[in-house]
């Protein structure tokens, strides 16, 4: 389809620029610079190439648009202003202000249209491989049998980025994924303008970026409105690119989009002066002289201007509306299919879902390989749960029993087979990648998906994990080898202050179950929550599986696993049903405070067990509850984890004790481990008795 473009089309391009450079001078801070020499780019998405919806931001036919280059926040506002998404000009004037609709970086479910929080550098471009993933994955769910870009089901997802992206070893993982997943569905424009807050890129990015990507695997094409020695912005040219990408079915396309940051601004273009600041009023001036604006007007938009680009608002109601018949089309021949879409739309899980739930007899098993037999369990009746592994599928145990590859067929090994609509994700050694893929899936749609690796490489993902839980997105991150218990590998691969540093990132519910029962309810509880991210850590040793009754703990009788949703339970009560002293522990070492409470008892102190696999759950329940469970009276606590003891000391109180490790691990067996480093039941008991004396 040819392009339509008018000078009503170029007016908006320069009414773009004016508006963009307007509100960073307005409130005297911000990113003008991409935004100015962008807008022809953006426009060109926004009125004459995605599939979009202006008035139904939700709409699940829609391509997706992740804005990269977040800085740049204006390059996003101004186009959802122009083409009627429900911002308007005081939102505009309002960039960057308290209460507005417009911050620094466009933020996830703050601002209609805005699909992703893309602060760091990197993580839109990362997340936008996971968004192809799931519209591939969600096409395979729904709609497996109808021809490519026949379904109702195919879009695209577009994103810009910038030099500052391209230089992040994020992108570098998550674009070879891109390659080799064949995403066909993912078209990235990469403004080459190299320039940085430091000026000009080449003092420290002077690679070749169309080989790099090239290497990758994907269709990489060059628009350069630089090559003829007068910058020329050649809209038709990048439309053409866009079309040729739209029709590479087989690879992900890049679009290096070479552009003068700032044009035409007089004299600030092309530095790195017009990157990172507010223009001036000088040069302000300067650029709407150049663009036949009167510099004397602000946020100056010509009535014929807004009346052409809300017509997006009617083009979008009409393409949803023809979307909308081979929707139901679909529907109505795939009946089933359609059932499970509006399950999965709706966030309900399976009818009976509690029924599939393994039950763990009272043996020892580690909490990883239950974790592997929980997830094969659910997955047989949940298709909308996928997930994988960092390339530790067989030390995580995060594979779904006889489920193929979400790779396409002829990357099949001995040991794996691929389909393009597999349940079966395979990062390789990308941690950081994998959590940022995570995030784009659960963002595009409904299904549930995991990425797997050691507690200790969490810090490899972190930037990823924390915008999941800044966006309240349910990300779930599978952390195996949950303590220097692993052993030998020694303190490189020990995780000490994992668990605390991750309980301290907000909205981040951190799991650490104590034995198998805990694990499969711990699960359920996680798919049952959507309002924020989630991260399971699990044990490489084999752990006792505690023979439990069917309710609420006695001072005989183990409290039934379903408790594991409350976040901290009473596990077992103190002998006579008065605790002297209250031990509370996580995974592991939950054992370690089943004993303790043994040896007190023989020498007459009544200790209480409490198991508490999240914090932030058990910060959840009524005040009520938790006092019933920690009784503000009992001022003897202890605490057991095998870790820092950081994220303990407002639950253990003043006169509590924590047993913990306080110290880098060494290479050794687990068991010699924990008896150097103090993880005993013994040293429960001590801190136990200690903590009591302080209390009295």
Not at 495 to 504: F, G, S, V, W, Y
Request: hydrophobic fraction near 40%; include cysteine.
């Amino acid at each position: 389809m040819a392009l339509e473009w008018n000078d009503l089309d170029a007016k908006a391009v320069d009414t773009a620029r004016v508006l963009a450079a307007d509100a960073v001078e307005k409130v005297g801070n911000g990113h003008p610079g991409t935004a100015i020499s962008l807008a022809p780019a953006a426009y060109l998405l926004f009125q004459k190439v995605m599939r979009r919806d202006p008035s139904d931001d939700q709409w699940i036919g829609r391509d997706r648009f992740i804005l990269s280059v977040g800085h740049s926040s204006l390059t996003q506002y101004v186009q959802l202003y122009l083409g009627g998404y429900g911002l308007e000009l005081d939102d505009l004037k309002a960039l960057r202000t308290w209460g507005s609709l417009t911050p620094g970086h466009p933020e996830y479910g703050h601002t209609k249209g805005v699909e992703i929080t893309t602060g760091p550098l990197g993580q839109g471009l990362a997340s936008a491989v996971g968004f192809a993933y799931a519209a591939r994955f969600e096409r395979g769910l729904f709609d497996p049998s109808s021809k490519p870009g026949n379904s109702p089901f195919d879009h695209f997802i577009y994103t810009i980025c910038g030099d500052g992206d391209l230089q992040e070893g994020v992108t570098a993982e998550a674009s070879s994924l891109a390659g080799h997943q064949k995403l066909g569905n993912l078209i990235a424009i990469y403004d080459s303008n190299q320039i940085s807050i430091e000026d000009d890129t080449k003092i420290a990015f002077t690679e070749d970026v169309a080989k790099r990507y090239d290497a990758y695997g994907w269709h990489v094409q060059t628009v350069d409105w630089k090559k003829t020695g007068s910058y020329v912005e050649d809209v038709t040219e990048l439309y053409t690119a866009l079309e040729k990408a739209k029709s590479e079915s087989s690879k992900p396309s890049l679009i290096i989009l070479k552009t003068i940051i700032g044009w035409p601004s007089p004299q600030k273009q092309n530095t790195g002066k017009i990157h990172g600041s507010a223009l001036g009023a000088e040069e302000l001036a300067g650029l709407k002289q150049a663009l036949g604006f009167d510099p004397e007007n602000s946020f100056d938009v010509d009535a014929a201007v807004i009346t052409h680009t809300r017509g997006a608002v009617d083009r979008g109601k009409a393409v949803r509306a023809e979307w909308q018949q081979s929707f139901d089309a679909w529907a109505k021949s795939n009946p089933e299919q359609k059932a499970l879409f509006d399950r999965v739309e709706s966030g309900a899980l399976p009818a009976g879902i509690e029924d599939a739930l393994p039950v763990f007899p009272a043996t020892d098993i580690s909490t990883r390989v239950a974790s592997g037999k929980v997830l094969s369990a659910l997955g047989a009746v949940m298709p909308e749960l996928w997930g994988g592994s960092a390339d530790l599928a067989e030390s995580n145990m995060t594979t779904i029993e006889g489920t193929k590859s979400f790779v396409p067929a002829e990357w099949s090994t001995h040991e794996w087979t691929g389909d393009v609509f597999g349940r079966t994700l395979h990062f390789g050694i990308r941690e950081h990648a994998m959590g940022a893929i995570l995030n784009g899936i659960v963002l595009h749609g409904k299904t549930r998906a995991y990425g797997g690796t050691f507690l200790i490489f969490s810090d490899y993902m972190r930037p990823a994990v924390r915008l999941a839980a800044l966006m309240k997105v349910p990300s779930i991150f599978v952390w195996t080898h949950d303590s220097v218990a692993l052993g030998e590998d020694g303190p490189t691969h020990q995780p000490i202050e994992q668990l605390a540093t991750l309980r301290a990132i907000p909205d981040l519910d951190v799991v650490r179950p104590a034995d198998a029962n805990e694990v499969a309810w711990a699960w359920l509880e996680i798919l049952k929550r959507r309002g924020g991210p989630a991260g399971i850590a699990l044990s490489r040793q084999n752990l006792p599986v505690f023979e439990r009754g069917a309710g609420e703990a006695t001072d005989s009788e183990f409290a039934s696993a379903r408790n594991t949703s409350k976040g901290a339970y009473v596990l077992v009560e103190a002998p006579g049903g008065t605790p002297d002293v209250v031990l509370i522990a996580t995974g592991s070492e939950v054992q370690l405070a089943v004993a303790a409470r043994e040896a007190l008892a023989a020498e007459g102190v009544n200790a209480r067990v409490v198991s508490a696999p999240c914090m932030e759950w058990f910060a959840e329940q009524p005040g009520s509850y938790r006092n019933a469970v920690i009784p503000p009276h009992v001022r003897a606590r202890v605490s057991v984890e095998a870790g820092i003891s950081m994220s303990w000391d407002k639950l253990v109180g003043s006169s509590g004790r924590s047993v913990s490790i306080e110290h880098y691990g060494a290479s050794a067996d687990f068991k010699t481990l924990f008896r150097e480093f103090g993880m005993t039941a013994e040293a429960v008991v001590a801190a136990a008795k200690e903590s009591i004396a302080a209390s009295a």
